[in-house]
Nanobody, 121 residues
Framework: QVQLVESGGGLVQAGGSLRLSCVAS????????MGWYRQAPGKQRELVAN???????NYTDSVKGRFTISRDNAKKVVYLQMNSLKPEDTAVYYC???????????????WGQGTQVTVSS
């Protein structure tokens, strides 16, 4: 089995910073793309940022210039550095990874349990 475990959420004032981490564990052959999604109350889950195995990244427009995604392939960890946080960044943040398990040919989507980020004004 595969698990994704997030950490680093919390309460911060507007303009502050937080760093989210997500570590993958289990019967993993290879991790392709890793990313962060978020879901605010009453809204659909949206992609925040993702990073491919070659290091190329993609960000949603609202976080460009403020958030940075990175990964450590050896440790199977993906990070999201969030700076200049705004109240509208308040949401539950979910880690996502496309993982090929040992003995499998194709990758599948795996999700973490979510971590709350609250930005006060």
């Amino acid at each position: 089995q595969v698990q994704l475990v997030e950490s680093g959420g919390g309460l911060v004032q507007a303009g502050g910073s937080l760093r989210l981490s997500c570590v993958a564990s289990g019967t993993i052959f290879r991790i392709n793309a890793m990313g962060w999604y978020r879901q605010a109350p009453g809204k659909q889950r949206e992609l925040v940022a993702n990073i491919r195995s070659d290091g190329s990244t993609n960000y949603t427009d609202s976080v460009k210039g403020r958030f940075t995604i990175s990964r450590d392939n050896a440790k199977k960890v993906v990070y999201l550095q969030m700076n200049s946080l705004k109240p509208e960044d308040t949401a539950v943040y979910y880690c996502n990874a496309k993982i090929i398990r040992l003995g499998s040919l194709w990758d599948a989507d795996y999700w973490g349990q979510g971590t709350q980020v609250t930005v006060s004004s």
